[in-house]
């Protein structure tokens, strides 16, 4: 795959992240929490995919800001208000 393609795919790709982010916030609206999360999970998946970021390297990622936070805190990480990096 040449180069120019794979920033087709990738602005494509981008394009499927950005509405995903508005249906993610449609159905949480609508109090369809499962199904937002799901959404910004494919969301985070693609993201992924995009910046050639690994399923391990995400996990140490997610280990890392959970190390961070403060003990006790009782912050959810999956909550309705919840932002995934762009």
Do not use: F, W, Y
């Not at 499927?16 to 982010?21: C, G, N, T």
């Not at 995919?49 to 800001?65: K, T």
């Not at 959810?76 to 208000?81: F, I, L, N, Q, V």
């Amino acid at each position: 795959m040449g180069q120019d393609t794979r920033k087709d795919v990738a602005a494509q790709l981008l394009e499927i992240v950005a509405r995903l982010d508005r249906d993610a916030e449609v159905a949480a609206a609508c109090g369809l929490h499962v199904a937002a999360k799901l959404l910004r999970m494919a969301r985070l998946d693609l993201l992924c995919r995009v910046h050639g970021i690994s399923d391990g390297e995400l996990q140490a990622i997610g280990e890392e800001l959970n190390s961070r936070r403060p003990m006790g805190d009782g912050t959810a990480m999956d909550g309705p208000g919840l932002k995934l990096p762009h």
